[in-house]
């Protein structure tokens, strides 16, 4: 029977990086994902923002056009606030593209990647696979999505509060549109949440997203007549692709470790509760879990764990947390235009650059430089 340091459940963003991360601390690790190919089954909008970009290498040609302008709409679409930033504060990534990239990363690192392999379940150091012989492990790393399996068979805590989005992603002809990023406050359409129309010039992704107990029509028929016609919109140049799925907007986690494993990413609850966004957080987080990871393995003291404690990280997210039951008792029209009518004034347009622009929207939860080393492997 084979042994491995970690199994990575999910191969997404988080679970490549902290893959990556793991594999240059010298330790042995095995990654599976049931898909096939990394470029079908993508969720996400692919939005990186400018503190991302800052603090991680994502490689340049592998993302869109910089967009500065934030465009924000009540229900009647009339007068948007407009928000102009004197930098480039988001750019959309091919998502498919970064995976790859991501991959090559961790196997280079030496992680062993294997796509269609479903994880069935984990027991007493043994994982099954559909279809595969069983492999013993001394950690699992869950990165496999909002409703995890994996936080369920450790034990951890899993996700209760989700939005539910959808998105049509088709590209735009070249030189036909500025890059603006388009969001539409309307519960009608998105409750709880936004419509939003992201187009950097050569892609633009129309999406909606909300809770899904209200969204009484289905997620489908309200994105199809958000599209028909969302500001910003413009006829698709090419093929349209669809993609969705569930958010956690709960916050992290309480309980993300224990002596078997832990969590990253969507499983953890890593995503913004405010803004939704995740690659930010599942990046910063990963670095912290690698380093807790390793620092367990190495050590075989339980501490390092508690280190890793999401009772101690969502004390960072009160405000937002509060900012996000804020967001989700706006239910009717007129008082989602009376919301919009308050960020006009020079208060509310200092709140919405804070939020869009800033940097706040995911504390820092890196761990300190000496843990993130990574030229002294121990084995």
Do not use: K, Q
């Not at 951890?156 to 036909?176: W, Y």
């Amino acid at each position: 029977m084979r042994t491995v340091d970690v199994l990575v459940v999910g191969a997404g963003l988080a679970g490549l990086h902290t893959a990556r991360l793991l594999a240059l601390r010298g330790l042995d690790v095995m990654m599976v994902d049931r898909r096939r190919s990394l470029s079908v089954g993508i969720r996400t909008t692919g939005i990186f923002v400018r503190r991302t970009l800052d603090d991680f290498d994502v490689p340049d040609h592998l993302l869109g056009p910089g967009v500065r302008d934030v465009l924000l709409y009540p229900p009647s679409r009339r007068a948007p606030v407009r928000l102009t930033s004197d930098r480039d504060e988001y750019r959309v990534a091919d998502m498919a593209a970064v995976y790859e990239h991501a991959r090559r990363a961790a196997e280079s690192a030496g992680a062993r990647v294997h796509l269609g392999v479903r994880y069935v379940g984990a027991s007493m150091g043994l994982v099954w696979f559909a279809g595969a012989e069983p492999v013993a492990v001394r950690f699992i790393v869950g990165a496999d999505g909002a409703r995890s399996r994996v936080a369920r068979d450790l034990g951890l805590d899993v996700n209760r509060r989700f939005l539910v989005g959808a998105e049509l992603v088709h590209p735009v002809a070249s030189g036909t549109t500025t890059p603006a990023f388009h969001c539409v406050l309307d519960p009608r359409i998105a409750p709880g949440y936004l419509g939003w129309v992201i187009d950097d010039g050569r892609h633009a992704h129309v999406g909606v997203a909300g809770y899904p107990h209200a969204m009484r029509t289905g997620i489908r028929h309200l994105l199809d007549a958000f599209a028909a016609d969302a500001p910003g919109r413009t006829p698709p140049a090419g093929p349209v692709e669809r993609r969705g799925g569930p958010i956690p907007v709960g916050g992290v986690l309480r309980r993300l470790a224990c002596p078997a494993g832990l969590l990253v990413g969507d499983a953890a609850g890593a995503v913004s509760p405010l803004t939704a966004g995740g690659l930010d957080p599942c990046l910063r987080m990963s670095e912290l879990a690698a380093a807790v990871t390793a620092g367990y393995l190495r050590t075989g003291d339980r501490r390092m764990l508690g280190r890793y404690d999401g009772n101690a990280l969502r004390t960072r997210f009160r405000v937002r947390l509060t900012l996000r039951r804020v967001f989700a008792g706006i239910r009717s029209p007129v008082a989602a235009e009376a919301a919009v009518t308050v960020l006009r004034g020079r208060a509310g347009r200092a709140l919405a650059a804070r939020i869009m622009f800033g940097d706040g929207s995911f504390p820092d939860v890196s761990p300190p430089p000496a843990d993130l080393a990574i030229d002294r492997p121990y084995r």
